[in-house]
Nanobody
C-alpha cells in the first residue's frame, strides 16, 4: 500500500519556524517529483513548493519564496519543507504529493498524504 505521511505541523507564533516531513512507503519515490500544497479554510488548495527527483531543481510559490525551503532524502524516501518567518496567512493544512513531472496543479499529482495542520498565531 502506497502511503505518504506528513508530520511536523503545529502551532507557532508569527516569525517562527517549523519543519514538515513527508515519509513515503509502499514503493520508492526517488524518481518522482515531490510537492507540497496547502489549503486554508474556505480556500482552494494551492501549490507551495516542489522538488525534482534528484533535488537539483526546486520550485516555489511567490508567497513563500525566500522563506520556505524544500529538500529530499531519497535514501529515506522522505521530503521536507523548512518554513521560516511564518506569517498568519501561512495557516493551512499542508499536504505532500508525488507526481511523474513537475506541475503547480494538484490534478497532476497521483499520491497524496493526509495533511498536517500548521497554525501561525499573530
Amino acid at each position: 500500500q502506497v502511503q505518504l505521511v506528513e508530520s511536523g505541523g503545529g502551532l507557532v507564533q508569527t516569525g517562527g519556524s517549523l519543519r514538515l516531513s513527508c515519509a513515503a512507503s509502499g514503493r520508492t519515490f526517488s524518481r518522482d517529483v515531490m510537492g507540497w500544497f496547502r489549503q486554508a479554510p474556505g480556500k482552494e488548495r494551492e501549490f507551495v513548493a516542489a522538488i525534482s527527483w534528484s533535488g537539483a531543481n526546486t520550485y516555489y510559490a511567490d508567497s513563500v519564496k525566500g522563506r520556505f525551503t524544500i529538500s529530499r532524502d531519497n535514501a529515506k524516501n522522505t521530503v521536507y519543507l523548512q518554513m521560516n518567518s511564518l506569517k498568519p496567512e501561512d495557516t493551512a493544512v499542508y499536504y505532500c504529493a508525488a507526481a511523474w513531472r513537475y506541475s503547480e496543479y494538484d490534478r497532476s499529482y497521483d499520491y497524496w498524504g493526509q495533511g498536517t495542520q500548521v497554525t501561525v498565531s499573530s
